[in-house]
């Protein structure tokens, strides 16, 4: 079977790392695959993987924009046309619509990924481009989905929870590249707690900075390390220097490999104030570090409270705070907690669970 994954872009995060790990896993199961996007750093791991991609200028918040039915879409037909594919499968908004459209033209079926806690709108509710069969990536964006705003219904969506290359994440990084990143980031403390991911705010991480001013007078050396662009880099910084600690928290660029930061964090910290899933929780856990996070939608149900992590409510800097402080006082519960978190990730979270579950539904679709 031939897949033609359509994504809106290949930088760091979430849907491409996702879409990334998913076009590798089919490949390895005999599929012939296909991606379309806007590019991005994850256009490389696509083309040592030896997965064909196409760019299309189809990176836009916007399925009205004018340049998505003018450009990318006779592109689209085109490239359809050319490899024939068996299936379209879309993984953001942009994308649905456009397969939507590619569809009705060629015959082609096609069906989509919901990966966020979609907001209401009357958009998505009359002009639904969902395809065949949905898949949700956790239950809360499966009941926001079904339930709450009755966006699709219910026979229609299958909940195939998200995941990530956890042996990739096992792996030991080297000593020497972990040295040459303390020493370009200036990370000469200790301990260091952090996050990886897209800086926006509903990623909660203003309330990992003001937790962080609370625990430097218990550990005097504390470092945060913040890994990942976006629009609250700005805020995060002045914030910083409003805390007086901007000499204590470094922001460095999105990075493919994560695994080096990883290793450097004592805890990892995803304050999130609403989260679909939350991809770098399940990174960290499988890499082996003790989580913080909150009850915000999918974090909620990746770790367990007291298990492989501590849960706290959302905004409650107070209760971050207190749970990294009892984590980085007590070596032998991170310890417990990193063994569990691991043992979790490669039982529920492994993209190739993910993909034996992917294929189940695309056999609904095109038996």
């Not at 990924?113 to 509710?125: A, I, K, V």
């Not at 800097?317 to 310890?335: H, K, N, P």
Request: with cysteine.
């Amino acid at each position: 079977m031939k897949v033609l994954l359509l994504t809106t872009h290949l930088e760091p995060g979430g849907i491409p790392i996702y879409v990334a790990g998913l076009a590798k896993g089919l490949k390895d199961q005999g599929y012939s695959v296909v991606v379309v996007s806007a590019g991005g750093w994850l256009e490389g791991r696509l083309q040592r993987e030896g997965i064909t991609h196409y760019t299309v200028p189809c990176r836009t918040s916007s399925e009205l924009n004018p340049r998505l039915w003018l450009e990318v879409f006779p592109r689209l037909l085109r490239i359809i046309r050319a490899e024939k594919p068996d299936l379209m499968h879309a993984h953001t908004r942009i994308m649905q619509v456009q397969a939507w459209a590619c569809s009705k033209i060629t015959g082609v079926p096609f069906l989509t990924t919901c990966h966020g806690l979609y907001q209401f709108r009357l958009g998505r509710r009359f002009f639904r481009c969902w395809g065949r069969a949905v898949m949700a990536i956790s239950g809360a964006t499966m009941h926001r989905l079904v339930e709450q705003y009755r966006l699709a219904p219910p026979h229609q969506v299958t909940l195939v929870v998200n995941g990530v290359d956890v042996d990739r994440l096992c792996e030991p990084v080297s000593p020497e590249d972990v040295r040459r990143f303390r020493e370009a980031h200036g990370l000469t403390g200790s301990p260091i707690i952090g996050c990886i991911g897209r800086l926006s705010p509903v990623k909660g991480l203003d309330d990992l900075l003001k937790a962080a001013q609370r625990l430097l007078e218990q550990f005097p050396k504390l470092q945060v390390l913040l890994v990942g662009d976006g629009p609250s880099r700005e805020e995060l910084i002045r914030l910083a220097y409003e805390l007086k600690e901007a000499d204590r928290v470094v922001i460095c660029h999105a990075l493919e490999d994560i695994r080096v930061p990883m290793s450097l964090m004592q805890v990892f910290v995803a304050p999130a104030l609403e989260e679909g899933f939350g991809l770098s929780i399940v990174e960290a856990m499988a890499a082996g570090v003790p989580v913080v996070t909150t009850r915000s939608g999918g974090p909620g149900e990746i770790v367990e409270d007291g298990q492989s992590g501590f849960l706290v409510e959302p905004r409650d800097v107070e209760g971050i705070a207190r749970a990294v402080s009892t984590l980085l006082q007590d070596a032998g519960l991170r310890g417990r907690f990193a063994a569990a978190g691991q043992q979790r990730a490669r039982g529920r979270y492994d993209m190739k669970r993910v993909v034996q579950e992917v294929e189940q539904v695309y056999a609904q679709v095109v038996p």
